[in-house]
């Protein structure tokens, strides 16, 4: 029986298996990758948030302007003096609290300041001026 090899090997001899140190450094960047995987989620979720706070800020100046400009000139919306309200914007369903002020500017001119953000809690604030003019003066 000389000579004659067993498959078997003492344990401590170099196997083909992981040791300890091995599977501790691959959990180790694993764990890693998982994290910066995470942090880059998050980052993304609260780059689209803000995202769409301003795509709402935006189009709740938008409307607000549109809705000023298809009432007559002598509307009671356009008396001049401090108004405000506080809507619903799409896209993400944001609540914003818009303040304006309409003042006479000279004969048969109006100003509106109006002034977005969102309600209740800290965040951008979007500010714009809305000129509307009794007659332009293009008459035959």
């Known amino acids: ?15 083909s298996g992981s040791s300890l140190i091995e599977v501790l450094v691959a959990m180790a960047l694993t764990l890693l990758l998982v994290i ?19 795509a709402a800020l935006t189009q709740a100046v938008a409307d607000r302007f549109e809705s000023l400009k298809s009432r007559p000139f002598e509307d009671a919306a356009l008396a001049p003096g401090d108004h405000a309200e506080t809507v619903r914007v799409e896209p993400g369903g944001c609540l914003i609290a818009e303040t304006w002020e309409i003042a006479d500017d000279g004969d048969g001119l109006k100003r509106v300041r109006l002034r977005a953000k969102p309600a209740g809690r800290p965040g951008p604030e979007t500010a714009a001026v809305l000129f509307i003019s009794r007659d332009l003066g293009f008459g035959p």
């Open 1 to 15: 029986m000389r000579g004659r090899k067993t498959g078997l090997r003492a344990s401590g001899t170099g196997g």
């Open 36 to 54: 910066g995987a995470a942090e880059m989620l998050t980052l993304a979720l609260r780059a689209k948030r803000r995202g769409d706070v301003l």
